[in-house]
């Protein structure tokens, strides 16, 4: 079964969804999906609060993957990014994983799109260049370093050679969290 379909089916946003009483292979009822989910949530909790916090906009799950990738973060710090922010590491910290989760939870439901392709990941029948082909355009390099730049004082070049890989790090980590949770979960459902 596939993550988001699970999660649809405990917390529907439309009323068209039927379940069985039957638990064959391949038919689940809603309590067999939030045990699973459970399940999920013991092995994988980093990965399905990214998951929860950007397809259901759940709150509490958007401040538990904060957490946890904040513990990421100070673990995986790079020694110049530790260096330059001394004073203001918690800060600096709260805030680049504050906009890491913003920016890994956009779906094409978001109130702002500023994608051509208007959520569809196409334009003109070809693959959008901008989002490539997921709806959603990342925010740029320059608004996260103006944004950044407001706690400390970096220079355009620091945050090129450090501190956007660093952004770029996390990203990847978010991704690959969700991926081994939808791993996961099939694993447990299959």
Same mark, same amino acid.
């Not at 004073?87 to 890994?104: E, Q």
């Not at 220079?155 to 991704?175: G, H, S």
């Given at each position: 079964m ?25 038919? &689940?009822? +809603? ?11 013991? $092995? ?16 509490? #799950?958007?401040? !538990? @993957? ?8 100070? @673990? #995986?710090?790079?020694?110049?990014? $530790? ?21 890994? #939870? ?9 994608? $051509?392709? !208007?959520? $569809?990941?196409?334009v ?14 990342? /925010?740029?390099?320059?608004? /996260? ?5 407001? /706690?400390?004082?970096i220079? +355009?070049?620091?945050?090129? !050679? ?9 990203? @990847? ?5 969700e991926?081994? @949770?939808?791993?996961? &979960?099939? +694993?447990?459902?299959?």
């Open positions: 596939i993550l988001e379909y699970a999660i649809t089916m405990v917390d529907p946003k439309s009323v068209n969804l039927l379940f069985t009483a039957s638990t064959t292979k391949g038919q &689940f009822t +809603k309590s067999d999906v939030m045990a699973a989910l459970g399940i999920l949530q013991s $092995r994988c909790p980093f990965g399905l609060s990214l998951t929860l916090a950007k397809y259901q906009k759940d709150k509490s #799950s958007r401040e !538990r @993957a904060l957490s946890i990738l904040k513990q990421e973060c100070n @673990a #995986s710090i790079p020694y110049y990014v $530790r260096k330059k922010s001394a004073k203001k590491l918690n800060i600096v910290i709260h805030t680049i994983c504050n906009l890491v989760i913003n920016d890994y #939870s956009r779906t094409a439901d978001t109130v702002i799109l500023p994608c $051509r392709c !208007r959520g $569809r990941g196409l003109n029948g070809n693959v959008c260049s901008r989002c490539n082909g997921n709806g959603i355009r990342k /925010i740029s390099s320059a608004k /996260i370093y103006n944004l950044m730049i407001r /706690i400390l004082d220079e +355009k070049t620091a945050w090129v !050679r450090y501190w956007k890989p660093f952004y770029d790090e996390l990203i @990847a980590k978010c991704e690959v969290a991926s081994e @949770a939808a791993k996961e &979960f099939k +694993k447990i459902t299959d």
